[in-house]
């Protein structure tokens, strides 16, 4: 069983729709949480950063982490068509550490 | 101009061949990162380097070796490709104070 769970999709939502993502974890010793956002033939970008429990909203996306249930979890508020794309989460244990990512689930946002 | 590079952008090559993919920075950080990253399974850490004199494996380093230069340039080889080494491979720079981490834009390497 992988360390974090995503699941692939692909997820199909309608513009100006909320976009639900997450990842669940099996190890507990992470406290540092991650989202990325990668579109096609490009490298990862870090879209929010979350330490411990918590929420976090940045414009149109919001992360929480529920270390309890060992879920984290991405909203995207009015979806638009450039928001598809694959989304990672990634998390470590210590800040500057190595990332374990996700699988990855990937976005379609049709106009 | 980028902060993460990485040449060669694509390459085909033979099972057997040696491989070098480089990567270059310029953000001024001391850790650098390989990854491969296959369709469904993320990204998987290759090797790392948290300074110059400092390599480390990670998850999948069988069938690869690396090479420190100088803090802005981390080389990935492959010294007898094999074909389910065909993947698309990044380089990535990270922050400790912030923990986040910087991607190059990736290497297709297809090996026949």
């Known amino acids: 069983q992988k360390e974090v769970e995503q699941d692939p999709g692909p997820l199909s939502v309608p513009e100006g729709a909320i976009v639900s993502l997450n990842c669940t974890y099996s190890?507990?010793?992470?406290?540092?949480f991650m989202w990325y956002r990668q579109y096609s033939r490009k490298g990862p970008e870090l879209l929010m950063y979350t330490y411990s429990s918590g929420n976090k909203e940045d414009g149109r996306f919001t992360a929480q982490v529920d270390k309890s249930s060992k879920y984290i979890s991405l909203f995207i508020r009015d979806s638009q068509p450039s928001d598809s794309a694959t989304y990672l989460c990634a998390m470590s244990k210590t800040a500057g550490n190595k990332l374990t990512f996700g699988g990855g689930t990937r976005v379609l946002v049709k106009p | 101009d980028a902060d993460v590079t990485q040449t060669p952008r694509n390459r085909i090559t033979k099972t057997g061949k040696r491989i070098m993919l480089e990567c270059s920075q310029t953000k001024g950080h001391d850790r650098m990162y390989w990854y491969r990253q296959d369709p469904g399974l993320g990204l998987q850490l290759i090797y790392y380097?948290?300074?110059?004199?400092?390599?480390n494996k990670g998850e999948i380093s069988d069938g690869y070796s690396v090479s420190r230069q100088a803090q802005a340039k981390f080389s990935l080889s492959l010294e007898s490709a094999i074909p389910n080494q065909t993947a698309l491979y990044f380089c990535?720079?990270?922050?400790?104070?912030?923990?986040?981490?910087?991607f190059g834009p990736g290497t297709r390497l297809t090996v026949l």
């Open positions: 380097s948290f300074d110059v004199k400092d390599i």
């Open positions: 190890n507990s010793a992470f406290q540092y």
């Open positions: 990535a720079t990270s922050d400790p104070r912030t923990n986040s981490q910087y």
